[in-house]
């Protein structure tokens, strides 16, 4: 294997690794590293809860002093700062490693270059923009937030063969199959936040909670755009609101009686044409340090966010039944009038969960 592709193979192990850290490091990025040498790992590491310890850190701990003469595989370029600790580019370089291999640079101004500028000062040989593309989705939420101070934003939408989320009578419950809604949770776990609209939380009453084997405790932070608060404080959010966080995000003319007492944290958030503003609310919460938003509806919520362009990724997932016209759509109105003026997405993947079929889209 020449060196090139034995680095794309660790880098993916690295990028692998780097995942099981999403929805648990924000506002710090989800990182993954792999200390190797003369083919073998000596260390793997990734972020930890909260985003301490960073990767490098639980890696290079790991491989001790044979790290010396290594070569390490980072997701994200080293951080140059001083925080709770010192910098990692400088435990790399005190820790003997010979060649730092990296996916991506850090554009946190902290950093940005610094990390790799005292890598090079080290002689430390350093190659760059491995699986860079990969590497970027992955941290995404992460970058969006430092370039454009919002989280990532992924898009759900499960519906009938039709595009319908309920029949005439409103009757949603259960569109797609377990395996789908398995996934969803999934989902949920690999993100910050999960975010719906007023008319989701009132007429669905969801708890938005992770109810997945082994991954009940990593319910995200459960916000909620409802501009006068009126989702019922006995609901299952106002209930629940004190053992899983609950953001409400409101105007301000919102009456937080009632809600102001269940633990709930309450987001005043600028309002547009009647409704919250989505530039407002998304920078609230990057404000607060989320950086991976999963949003679950409903339409007309989603409808805003895709014609904003704040979806970064979209996924469908599709069942066996058509509703017809009469059905509530998965999307509320566009103001499309030309072909032109449709958003469009990329397809990058398809999956069957059961009788269902799932597709991932990301912004063409």
Request: with cysteine.
């Given at each position: ?18 995942a ?23 260390g ?28 390490a ?24 490693i010979?060649r ?33 593309v ?102 299952q ?7 899983s ?9 919102a ?30 919460l ?6 991976r ?13 895709i ?23 998965n ?12 958003p ?21």
């Amino acid at each position: 294997m020449d060196l090139h592709s034995a680095d794309d193979r660790w880098m993916r192990l690295a990028l692998a690794l780097g995942a099981r850290g999403l929805g648990q490091t924000w506002p710090n990025p989800a990182v993954g590293c792999v200390i190797v040498k003369n083919s073998q790992v000596l260390g793997r590491g990734w972020t930890g809860g909260g985003g301490r310890p960073h990767a490098e850190r639980v890696a290079l701990a790991q491989a001790g002093d044979a790290a010396k003469g290594a070569t390490a595989y980072i997701t994200l370029e080293p951080c140059a700062h001083t925080g709770k600790t010192t910098p990692c580019a400088d435990a790399l370089v005190d820790a003997g490693i010979a060649r730092v291999v990296a996916a991506c640079g850090d554009p946190d101004p902290r950093v940005a270059g610094k990390g790799f500028d005292r890598l090079r000062a080290a002689d430390i040989d350093l190659r760059m923009g491995v699986l860079e593309v990969e590497a970027q989705q992955a941290n995404i939420g992460f970058l969006t937030r430092v370039t454009q101070n919002r989280p990532a934003v992924t898009l759900k939408l499960a519906s009938s063969l039709d595009g319908k989320i309920a029949t005439s009578t409103g009757e949603s419950q259960w569109i797609t199959g377990d395996a789908s809604r398995a996934y969803v949770h999934f989902l949920r776990a690999t993100h910050d936040a999960v975010m719906v609209g007023r008319g989701t939380s009132v007429a669905d009453d969801p708890g938005l909670d992770v109810r997945l084997n082994g991954l009940e405790n990593r319910t995200p932070v459960r916000v909620i755009l409802d501009r006068n608060l009126s989702t019922p404080v006995d609901s299952q959010l106002g209930r629940t609101a004190k053992d899983s966080p609950v953001w409400m995000c409101h105007g301000a003319s919102a009456n937080s009686t009632g809600w102001d007492e269940t633990g709930a944290t309450l987001i005043e958030c600028a309002v547009e044409g009647g409704t919250l503003s989505l530039s407002d609310t998304l920078g609230k919460l990057a404000d607060k340090g989320i950086t991976r938003v999963f949003c679950e509806g409903g339409g007309k919520l989603a409808a805003s966010l895709i014609r904003e362009g704040y979806v970064d990724r979209l996924i469908t997932m599709t069942a066996g039944i058509a509703i017809g016209a009469d059905g509530t759509p998965n999307l509320g109105a566009m103001g499309v009038d030309t072909l032109a003026q449709a958003p469009r997405f990329k397809l990058i993947s398809q999956r069957r969960f059961g009788t269902d079929l799932m597709a991932e889209w990301f912004s063409a």
